[in-house]
């Protein structure tokens, strides 16, 4: 049993910015795949919406741990190996695809339908009337409820640690391996998570205030 | 003469309800008509019908020389000569007014943004309100938004243009100024077919009337008809209005 040092601190701050780094990839990717789930979530075609609304059932239905084990181990099975950074993103990429999705489908249809109505009457194409009449004013509404999503994939990405990538919660766990203070790391990480979390919580909410302002009284 | 906007025996169900039964009409190129009737009579269906707001489930409807009716036709084709007009004014409330008249001819007709700023002058002297081009829709009177909605859809130069009940939201001492607009447009030899319950502009400048009712095209006559109505159902209307 040894004392805890410096080294072990940054070791733990090393793990925080591999959180930091796993949570910015899922915004990425996750809000890539996310787009298109919405897209195809508020498509004309029922089919297309049917389909895509049985995968964001599937996705939501499914835990993370599970998505994680899927990708990392059963795609190393049928011989894709992809490391553990690669597959956490993966997965984390396809669980907000189905949350973002759904969460950025009800700010579009939030969007008075008469908008819509209104640039088709003036010849838009199904793109323009998304891109420059629907998305502007649903992006105000989505920031809030996108921010908040992201507080809990960024809490969710301790789940990476089961694949073995050192991120903030492995990097406690090999400590704490080492140095039996349970109390000591795991409560120091999770005052890392709180510090990263907390301002962004506090961002969400002020945006939240912002917009019902907005909507009380028109500048 | 030639109809510029021509239903044949139009029917439109939604649901169980049949809210057109067989509507037929013509219009001709720089006629204004006034579309009356009591809400529900398919007054503004039959209007979000001719621009195919509203699928119909039988007849024909051509309009400038397009086939409404066909499932094949291109509706950005169709748009770009028939403008609308909304109750609601429909205005993108993140868009300056000049945006929002340059948002079609910039995307539509590829306008470059110089050339555009001056179609959305031109537009907007038209509706009197050339000092409001920087505003944004919420700085200004429910009036002028939608005399500003009436300029959007001149900008891009219409044949036809369809308002569907676009007083009906305003204050009486807003009406005013868009009806003087409307009316200046139809004294242009605009094609005009309005949906409204003002009776007095029907009046004074439609070219004809047309009264519906329980989904069709009831009585139809010059603004006159209106003082000398023929059937039972338009003089009850007209009763009830007053």
Request: aromatic content about 6%; some cysteine.
């Given at each position: 049993m040894g004392s805890f040092t410096l080294n072990h601190v940054l070791y733990l701050l090393q793990g925080a910015a591999w959180t930091v780094v796993l949570t910015a990839l899922a915004f990425l990717l996750g809000g890539v795949a996310g787009f298109g789930v919405m897209v195809l979530r508020t498509s004309r075609s029922r089919i297309v919406r049917r389909a895509s609304l049985l995968w964001v059932q599937a996705i939501q239905g499914t835990p993370l741990l599970i998505l994680?084990?899927?990708?990392?181990?059963?795609?190393?099975?049928?011989?894709?190996?992809?490391?553990?950074?690669?597959?956490?993103?993966?997965?984390?990429m396809v669980y907000s695809s189905a949350f973002l999705g759904e969460i950025w489908r009800g700010c579009v249809e939030a969007v008075p339908r008469t908008q819509t109505e209104a640039a088709e009457c003036l010849a838009l194409s199904r793109w323009q009337v998304l891109f420059?009449?629907?998305?502007?004013?649903?992006?105000?509404?989505?920031?809030?409820?996108?921010v908040g999503f992201f507080v809990q994939v960024l809490k969710n990405t301790s789940l990476a640690s089961v694949v073995g990538f050192v991120e903030l919660t492995r990097a406690s766990q090999v400590i704490n391996n080492s140095l039996f203070q349970p109390f000591l790391v795991f409560g120091?990480?999770?005052?890392?998570?709180?510090?990263?979390c907390y301002p962004l919580s506090r961002w969400s909410r002020r945006l939240e205030r912002k917009l019902n302002v907005g909507r009380r009284q028109p500048a | 003469m030639s109809a510029v906007v021509s239903l044949r025996d139009v029917h439109k169900r939604f649901g169980q309800v049949e809210v057109l039964r067989g509507v037929t009409l013509d219009i001709a190129a720089g006629e204004v008509v006034?579309?009356?009737?009591?809400?529900?009579?398919?007054?503004?269906?039959?209007?979000?019908?001719?621009?195919?707001?509203?699928?119909?489930?039988?007849?024909?409807?051509?309009?400038?020389?397009?086939?409404?009716?066909?499932?094949?036709?291109?509706?950005?084709?169709?748009?770009?000569?028939?403008?609308?007009?909304?109750?609601?004014?429909?205005?993108?409330?993140?868009?300056?007014?000049?945006?929002?008249?340059?948002?079609?001819?910039?995307?539509?007709?590829?306008?470059?943004?110089?050339?555009?700023?001056?179609?959305?002058?031109?537009?907007?002297?038209?509706?009197?309100?050339?000092?409001?081009?920087?505003?944004?829709?919420e700085q200004l009177s429910g009036g002028q938004q939608q005399r500003v909605a009436i300029a959007r859809s001149l900008a891009m130069h219409p044949k036809v243009m369809l308002f569907d009940e676009v007083t009906s939201a305003l204050d009486p001492h807003l009406t005013g100024e868009v009806l003087k607009v409307m009316e200046g447009l139809a004294r242009g030899g605009m094609t005009m077919i309005v949906v409204t319950h003002e009776m007095g502009f029907a009046r004074r400048v439609a070219d004809r009337v047309i009264f519906m009712h329980t989904g069709l095209v009831w009585e139809t006559g010059p603004g006159q008809m209106l003082a000398a109505p023929q059937t039972p159902e338009l003089k009850d209307f007209l009763a009830a209005d007053l």
């Open positions: 994680l084990f899927v990708v990392y181990f059963g795609l190393g099975v049928v011989g894709i190996e992809l490391p553990p950074l690669l597959a956490a993103a993966v997965s984390l420059d009449v629907v998305l502007p004013q649903a992006a105000r509404i989505a920031v809030p409820p996108t120091l990480a999770g005052c890392l998570y709180f510090a990263l | 006034a579309v009356i009737g009591r809400s529900g009579s398919g007054k503004s269906t039959a209007l979000r019908c001719i621009n195919r707001l509203e699928v119909i489930q039988s007849g024909t409807i051509e309009v400038c020389g397009h086939a409404v009716h066909d499932p094949a036709l291109d509706l950005r084709v169709l748009r770009q000569d028939v403008g609308m007009v909304f109750q609601s004014y429909n205005l993108f409330p993140h868009l300056t007014v000049a945006e929002n008249i340059t948002l079609a001819p910039r995307r539509v007709k590829r306008t470059p943004r110089a050339e555009a700023r001056s179609l959305a002058e031109e537009a907007l002297a038209r509706v009197g309100l050339s000092d409001k081009i920087d505003a944004y829709p």
